[in-house]
């Protein structure tokens, strides 16, 4: 069988294994180190933002969100108008219309096409700068 007789065995056994609640004391200590570690690490790498370029920041996530959402908003209503039978046919045939009738009002002549693109050059340059 075994040359170790069982008295070694519990000895040994007794010496390496901590009893009560030593082990979650030792755990619970370098866990509150390693925590304060990571904690000072943070503030250290937050008190090098710029935080007064923050308002740019968040105000693009905002209107980021907002068009996100409203994406998500618009594609659920016209899915929900495109399960419908007549109403896209409608709608391609009312495009159709809106495009025609502003083209005969926006395109017909070469002044009327020339003021269309400076509105739009202006728009650029307003916007775009």
Avoid: C, H
Avoid at 81 to 88: D, H
Avoid at 105 to 115: D, I, P
């Amino acid at each position: 069988m075994s040359d170790v007789s069982p008295e070694t065995n519990e000895v040994s056994s007794a010496s390496t294994t901590p009893v009560g609640n030593s082990v979650s004391q030792e755990q619970e200590s370098n866990f509150s180190e390693r925590y304060s570690e990571v904690m000072a690490k943070v503030n250290e790498t937050l008190n090098q933002v710029d935080w007064s370029q923050m308002g740019k920041y968040g105000k693009a996530l905002g209107i980021i969100a907002v068009v996100i959402v409203a994406q998500v908003v618009i594609k659920g209503v016209i899915d929900t108008i495109n399960l419908l039978p007549v109403v896209p046919g409608l709608l391609e045939l009312l495009g159709v219309v809106v495009l025609g009738q502003w083209s005969w009002q926006n395109l017909t002549t070469s002044e009327k096409r020339n003021a269309v693109f400076e509105r739009v050059q202006n728009l650029r340059k307003e916007y775009l700068g």
